[in-house]
């Protein structure tokens, strides 16, 4: 059973067009929720690490937030450059310091 | 301040050949994780090294080994390379905290392509 989901698995927004990313876990007890950015054929780029229900960091056109069983990443009037995959990963007990990954969900913003 | 670094860029190799991957981590840090990407999926774990030691394992075959050394910068094995190996190969840095409940940031590197053809 997968223990991150993300959805939807691809996403096409025009310019200014603002939408929210969804990535539900299923642990027993939450380390750490982390977001990444990346770009084609290069490494992830970090993004948020959320620890608590009901935490939220923004940064620039992004905000992440954090319930007991989901995680939404919101893009506000997003650009062009903001088109990119977006993961999601946890860290459980049962897997240490180890980050389990969701498949990603690849955005494009058209102008 | 330099980041995570991984060297080849791209590597092609031939079935059953052997390979090694080269990382060197966030200034700083001092633990190193490998992960594999294929193709649209997300990351897998390999292995974490902490004070030169193998911490933790994912479910990967022993044809993956690895190394850690004094300056904290690793090394991916994989012997009898398959068809499958094929993949991006990720490692990531963080600042170790065994015992701690919170896992440390981890920061990736841009990768290494492997083609096995």
């Known amino acids: 059973e997968d223990q991150v989901t993300q959805s939807p698995e691809a996403l096409r927004l025009q310019e200014g067009e603002s939408s929210s990313l969804n990535c539900s876990y299923t642990?027993?007890?939450?380390?750490?929720l982390f977001w990444y950015r990346q770009d084609p054929g290069k490494g992830p780029e970090f993004l948020f690490t959320l620890y608590s229900a009901g935490e939220e960091k923004e940064k620039e056109r992004l905000k992440a937030t954090l319930t007991k069983k989901e995680s939404f990443l919101h893009i506000t009037a997003p650009k062009p450059e903001d088109s990119a995959t977006y993961l999601c990963a946890v860290q459980d007990p049962d897997s240490g310091y180890a980050l389990n990954f969701g498949k990603g969900t690849s955005l494009l913003v058209t102008p | 301040d330099a980041g995570v670094t991984q060297s080849p860029t791209h590597l092609i190799k031939t079935r059953g050949q052997q390979v090694t991957l080269r990382c060197s981590p966030k200034?700083?840090?001092?633990?190193v994780s490998w992960y594999q990407q294929a193709l649209g999926q997300g990351p897998q774990f390999i292995f974490q090294?902490?004070?030169?030691?193998?911490?933790q394992r994912g479910n990967f075959p022993d044809r993956f080994s690895g190394h850690q050394f004094p300056n904290y910068s690793s090394e991916l094995n994989v012997n009898a390379l398959l068809l499958g190996d094929s993949a991006l190969y990720l490692c990531?840095?963080?600042?170790?905290?065994?015992?701690?409940?919170?896992?440390?940031?981890?920061?990736f590197g841009p990768g290494t392509r492997l083609t096995v053809l």
């Open positions: 200034s700083g840090h001092d633990t």
């Open positions: 990531a840095s963080s600042l170790g905290q065994p015992g701690l409940i919170l896992g440390g940031t981890q920061y």
């Open positions: 090294y902490y004070e030169e030691e193998e911490r």
């Open positions: 642990v027993s007890g939450l380390r750490g």
